[in-house]
């Protein structure tokens, strides 16, 4: 079946280093975005991706990049990890064929940074 | 700019009463609103969505009453059982182009049916 991977499910980095976060989906979407969620703020979106080679910002993107080499995987990085990236992150992708409305969230990194 | 609010953050129902979580929004670009529930340690699923073309979308138990004139909508839960406990968001969205839709997501409601 068809699905969307998150890796790793929980990960513990101290400040200061670099972290990467990765999201897998086999559906062949073309859109893939990134959000963080935070007790009180909901789900806010960090960068998102309309296809290959193309990445944009969303409302929390400081501190964060992503790259797109290929279909399938939208990784997350922290350049310089920060006690304020502490956070549950999802990842999450549409069918632009299908009119892009629906998103299927995967199952979510908890980040801890110390 | 907080361009959509969800009220209450926090509810609690007999099991067989009716949940009821509402929400306003701000930019009436936004043409698509969907709810999406959240169980513990889980990604977010769509549960129910609808268009501002029509003013009510019922699925099973699931009710969305849309009003486009007061830019509010909310998500009705009939006969609610302790299973539909979980986190649910509202979202709108509007059509960013070829068929690409970015979603801006309320702050959640945590709902606690209790037996």
């Known amino acids: 079946d068809a699905e969307i991977t998150q890796s790793p499910r929980h990960k513990i980095t101290e400040t200061g280093r670099q972290v990467t976060l990765a999201c897998h989906q086999t559906?062949?979407?073309?859109?893939m975005f990134w959000y963080r969620q935070d007790l009180g703020h909901g789900l806010r979106l960090i960068h998102y991706?309309?296809?290959?080679?193309?990445?944009n910002k969303g409302e929390v993107s400081d501190g964060y990049s992503v790259s797109r080499s290929n279909t399938e995987d939208l990784p997350l990085t922290l350049e310089s990890a920060a006690s304020s990236q502490t956070s549950v992150y999802f990842c999450a992708s549409s069918d632009s064929g299908q009119g892009g409305y629906e998103q299927y969230f995967g199952p979510g990194t908890r980040l801890t940074v110390t | 700019q907080q361009q959509v609010k969800q009220s209450p953050q926090s509810l609690i129902v007999q099991k067989g009463g009716i949940s009821i979580i509402n929400c306003a929004y701000e930019?009436?670009?936004?043409?698509?609103f969907p709810w999406y529930q959240q169980f513990p340690g889980k990604g977010p699923a769509l549960l129910i969505a609808?268009?501002?073309?029509?003013s009510e979308k019922k699925e099973g138990r699931f009710t969305i009453s849309f009003n486009k004139s007061a830019k509010q909508f909310s998500l009705h839960i009939m006969d609610s059982q302790p299973g539909d406990s979980a986190t649910y968001f509202c979202?709108?969205?509007?059509?960013?182009?070829?068929?690409?839709?970015?979603?801006?997501f309320g702050k959640g409601t945590k709902l606690s049916v209790i037996p």
């Open positions: 559906w062949n979407h073309n859109n």
């Open positions: 991706s309309y296809g290959v080679q193309d990445t």
């Open positions: 609808i268009r501002p073309d029509v």
């Open positions: 930019n009436t670009a936004f043409d698509y």
């Open positions: 979202a709108a969205s509007m059509d960013s182009g070829a068929g690409s839709y970015q979603l801006t």
